[in-house]
């Protein structure tokens, strides 16, 4: 089955620095990959997807990247603030022509913003 | 759309108690995942369903766990009897099916789960 592995588990950033969180998948028929923010005590909730189709998609002060060949992915938050501090998970699924339709999710990175 | 619905929030009960998690799936989501979130072994996956029927329950970690799911606005996740290292926050998620494959999964607030 698919396998995730995120790095780092924890980082801390300046406020105002950007932060870069990576993950590698194992399943190259992966073709999903989003990105969940968990505050202290609060849900999952995504921030951001990616497609297998594209490279890159932002959304203001978040990018992520994606490379098919070296099947890896990154999250890239510029110009961080306090409110960034979070636990920061991404995930991968396989199309449902594969029978599968659950999330595999990395172990999570905790970022700190230092204000 | 009021999101992904769980009750209760908290439950704290004594070892050996049978204990009752709730979901309510967003409207028209077909899918419908349980997860256990726990400091040592992140978010689980436990059991999910695709159109009240579980697809995947290779994560439910013994048989005092079983869950089900009697139409599409409603689950349940039992333990029964519980043991102290069932301690986690149960989440439950939605999503809906997408042709071409890759939907988000909304969470819920979670259950804190405590076994005395």
């Known amino acids: 089955g698919e396998n995730v592995e995120q790095h780092p588990s924890t980082l801390s950033v300046q406020e105002g620095d950007s932060a870069v969180i990576k993950c590698t998948y194992s399943?190259?028929?992966?073709?999903?990959f989003p990105w969940y923010k968990q505050e202290l005590g609060k849900r999952p909730q995504l921030i951001i997807d990616?497609?297998?189709?594209?490279g890159e998609k932002k959304d203001q002060r978040i990018a992520v990247t994606l490379n098919k060949t070296a099947k890896h992915f990154s999250l890239h938050i510029t110009e961080t603030q306090p409110e960034d501090s979070a636990v920061y998970f991404c995930?991968?699924?396989?199309?449902?022509?594969?029978?599968?339709?659950?999330?595999?999710f990395g172990t999570g990175t905790r970022l700190t913003i230092i204000p | 759309d009021a999101g992904v619905i769980q009750s209760p929030r908290h439950e704290v009960t004594e070892m050996g108690q049978e204990v009752t998690l709730r979901c309510k799936p967003i409207?028209?989501?077909?899918?419908l995942f349980w997860y256990r979130q726990t400091m040592m072994r992140g978010l689980e996956l436990l059991i999910y369903?695709?159109?009240?029927?579980?697809?995947?329950d290779s994560g439910m970690p013994e048989d005092r766990f079983s869950a089900k799911m009697p139409n599409a606005s409603f689950s349940t996740l039992k333990i029964q009897p519980s043991e102290p290292r069932d301690s986690a926050v149960y989440f439950c998620?939605?999503?809906?099916?997408?042709?071409?494959?890759?939907?988000?999964?909304?969470f819920g607030d979670g259950t804190r789960l405590s076994i005395l």
């Open positions: 998620a939605s999503s809906i099916r997408n042709g071409t494959g890759g939907q988000p999964q909304h």
């Open positions: 399943d190259s028929a992966s073709n999903y």
């Open positions: 990616i497609r297998s189709n594209v």
């Open positions: 995930a991968a699924s396989i199309p449902p022509n594969f029978g599968n339709e659950k999330l595999t």
């Open positions: 409207s028209g989501h077909d899918y």
């Open positions: 369903f695709n159109n009240n029927v579980p697809i995947d």
